[in-house]
């Protein structure tokens, strides 16, 4: 069962570790539009199945799925490149902070916890969306796809992030969109709270401790006052 928010003062959270797309960005209507583009091309289709297969992991094995599941010739950089020229063309004008991202990152300031991002994505990709809303330095630190051996949802990249924050796992509150970064956070001992949205709402969220509405759901808005009883 999942927590309530009159539970939330036995949780010792210490820190707070933000996933990227489709969390603190709406990227993933982004990528829809740009990944259909890309296949309309070819004369193929973007399905459901197909994005929740590649939702959540690093572009190269995402790529790699999607030449897979649609026998497509070209190579994952090929591809990759080509996506990239439309993605990045699209981002001006669809690009936009997801509901209460700003609320919660000045409520967790307020709260005093020290928050990073953990991402799938590349560190220039990272930077670079941050840096459209001067965000960047209100990070301790990134962590990014050139940081890990193994994606999502192998949970490296959240063990790395509560090494850094040199913090317990379970003392890390994480913040997820995906399936394959819920999986990651929970397999990583983190306390996991998954925000669906329409892009994930079918994804499997079962190791999730609570599944919340938005970024300022009042229990994850709760569980960090509660740190300061």
């Given at each position: 069962m999942a927590p309530t928010q009159?539970?939330?003062k036995q949780f010792n959270i210490k820190a707070v570790v933000f996933d990227l797309d489709g969390l603190m960005f709406n990227t993933e209507n982004v990528f829809q539009i740009s990944g259909n583009e890309l296949l309309g091309r070819r004369g193929k289709v973007m399905s459901v199945e197909l994005r929740n297969q590649m939702m959540g992991r690093r572009a190269d094995e995402a790529f790699a799925i999607m030449i897979e599941t649609l026998e497509l010739t070209e190579s994952i950089s090929e591809l990759r490149e080509e996506s990239e020229a439309i993605f990045f063309s699209l981002l001006d004008e669809h690009l936009a902070p997801m509901?209460?991202?700003?609320?919660?990152?000045?409520h967790?300031?307020?709260?005093?916890l020290p928050k990073a991002v953990a991402t799938?994505?590349?560190?220039?990709?990272?930077?670079?969306?941050?840096?459209?809303f001067e965000l960047k330095n209100r990070f301790q630190f990134l962590l990014s796809a050139e940081d890990v051996q193994q994606g999502k949802p192998h949970p490296e990249v959240y063990l790395k992030a509560a090494a850094q924050l040199e913090i317990a796992p379970a003392e890390m509150l994480v913040l997820e969109d995906s399936e394959a970064g819920t999986k990651a956070a929970a397999s990583a001992g983190a306390f996991?709270?998954?925000?669906?949205?329409?892009?994930?709402?079918?994804h499997d969220y079962s190791p999730s401790n609570y599944i919340a509405?938005?970024?300022?759901?009042?229990f994850v808005l709760n569980l960090l006052t509660a740190q300061e009883l």
């Amino acid at each position: 069962m999942a927590p309530t928010q009159e539970s939330s003062k036995q949780f010792n959270i210490k820190a707070v570790v933000f996933d990227l797309d489709g969390l603190m960005f709406n990227t993933e209507n982004v990528f829809q539009i740009s990944g259909n583009e890309l296949l309309g091309r070819r004369g193929k289709v973007m399905s459901v199945e197909l994005r929740n297969q590649m939702m959540g992991r690093r572009a190269d094995e995402a790529f790699a799925i999607m030449i897979e599941t649609l026998e497509l010739t070209e190579s994952i950089s090929e591809l990759r490149e080509e996506s990239e020229a439309i993605f990045f063309s699209l981002l001006d004008e669809h690009l936009a902070p997801m509901p209460g991202l700003l609320q919660l990152l000045a409520h967790i300031e307020e709260c005093e916890l020290p928050k990073a991002v953990a991402t799938s994505s590349t560190r220039p990709y990272l930077e670079d969306i941050l840096s459209r809303f001067e965000l960047k330095n209100r990070f301790q630190f990134l962590l990014s796809a050139e940081d890990v051996q193994q994606g999502k949802p192998h949970p490296e990249v959240y063990l790395k992030a509560a090494a850094q924050l040199e913090i317990a796992p379970a003392e890390m509150l994480v913040l997820e969109d995906s399936e394959a970064g819920t999986k990651a956070a929970a397999s990583a001992g983190a306390f996991v709270v998954s925000i669906p949205h329409r892009h994930t709402a079918g994804h499997d969220y079962s190791p999730s401790n609570y599944i919340a509405e938005s970024l300022v759901d009042p229990f994850v808005l709760n569980l960090l006052t509660a740190q300061e009883l």
